[in-house]
């Protein structure tokens, strides 16, 4: 397998494990670390990675041809380098499109949609997507329902089933009055407008409740102090279990997410879940009411609103809401995630 991929995260390598484990030998070439999502990666037997930065047009070549793959598989189409890779090869092998933007019908996807047969299809002969958004995008693009497969994003289910049978139970007993935020701190994911809203809520009515974020990002230095919010800073994946087990309820209130891992991650740890409606992962992963609730992007009234709601709950409900999202989640995982791409080849 092939993959001309731009930034690793830790939930896709748990994946790229399982299919090693399966019996493939995995080549990545990724773009350099992102330092608002510094993940570090073991060596793993089987797994061979490159530095995007180390390739130009002919050497990124030379390398596919050495590797010989059975696959390529490749994000998008922002790096011309990796479409020309794909074009080399599609004739010979699968060819596969990595798509998590979800359909928007804007003009610049209108015109990607126009120009397809001469931006896209000459280098994939299949895409692989996220959730139904993006394969209403991909259909768009010209591809065939039978070329498109879903199910792209995994998490690592093992680790948030463990935090699951670790600290649910606990839970039951005494639920924790904490809002956990885990993500960047970057303008798109909406936390300033969060720390802001929450502030407020709590300055004024007195809440027992507090917010713990967890990330790092440009906005660090902007960050609330004050007012029961609490900033942990970058925490690798095996590492927070000690935090989820002392938090009660996930809030992502991003301005703009096409798909969102963190979202399955949190349902599987068994958290109710506080979602804007631009965060994609919730068409799969939250059942409005049932475990949590969604607010428009940036309105500073509809957050305060549903932060209302979850305040009021009584324990019982949270512990209901938690257990729904946990089964929501672990439907999907690393070992489906595999069986998905053997069948594109």
Not at 254 to 277: D, H, I, R, T
Not at 289 to 305: M, V, Y
Request: overall charge positive; glycine content about 6%; proline content about 4%.
């Amino acid at each position: 397998m092939l993959f001309l991929y731009t930034e690793l995260a830790g939930y896709f390598m748990s994946s790229v494990n399982e299919l090693i484990i399966q019996g493939a030998e995995v080549h990545i070439v990724r773009w350099p670390v992102n330092p608002e999502a510094p993940f570090v990666f073991d060596p793993v037997p089987g797994l061979s990675i490159y530095e995007r930065a180390n390739y130009d047009r002919l050497s990124l070549q030379k390398l596919a041809k050495q590797i010989n793959p059975d696959i390529i598989l490749c994000s998008g189409w922002i790096d011309k380098e990796y479409l020309q890779v794909c074009k080399v090869f599609k004739k010979r092998i699968t060819t596969v499109l990595l798509l998590d933007n979800q359909w928007r019908g804007d003009w610049k996807q209108k015109i990607a949609c126009f120009a397809s047969f001469l931006l896209i299809k000459p280098y994939f002969s299949k895409a692989w997507v996220a959730g139904n958004s993006q394969y209403f995008f991909a259909q768009k693009l010209g591809f065939k329902s039978e070329r498109i497969s879903k199910g792209f994003y995994s998490a690592d289910t093992k680790i948030f089933q463990n935090c699951y049978d670790s600290s649910f139970a606990s839970k039951e007993k005494s639920y924790p009055k904490r809002l956990l935020y885990l993500g960047r701190y970057v303008d798109f994911k909406g936390v300033e407008l969060l720390w802001d809203v929450f502030s407020k809520a709590k300055k004024n009515k007195g809440l027992d409740w507090e917010l713990w974020c967890i990330g790092t990002g440009e906005l660090w230095e902007k960050r609330h102090e004050n007012h029961g919010i609490k900033h942990i800073g970058f925490v690798q994946p095996n590492e927070l279990c000690s935090y989820l087990s002392q938090c009660g309820v996930f809030v992502l209130p991003s301005l703009k997410e096409p798909w969102g891992v963190v979202v399955q991650e949190m349902a599987a740890a068994g958290f109710p879940l506080l979602l804007s409606n631009k965060v994609g992962s919730a068409s799969a992963y939250l059942e409005e009411g049932k475990n949590g609730f969604s607010f428009e992007a940036g309105n500073l009234e509809d957050l305060h609103e549903k932060l209302d709601m979850i305040f009021q709950m009584s324990e019982q409900e949270l512990i209901q809401m938690g257990k729904k999202s946990h089964k929501l989640a672990i439907a999907q995982n690393p070992e489906l995630w595999t069986k998905t791409l053997l069948s594109l080849i």
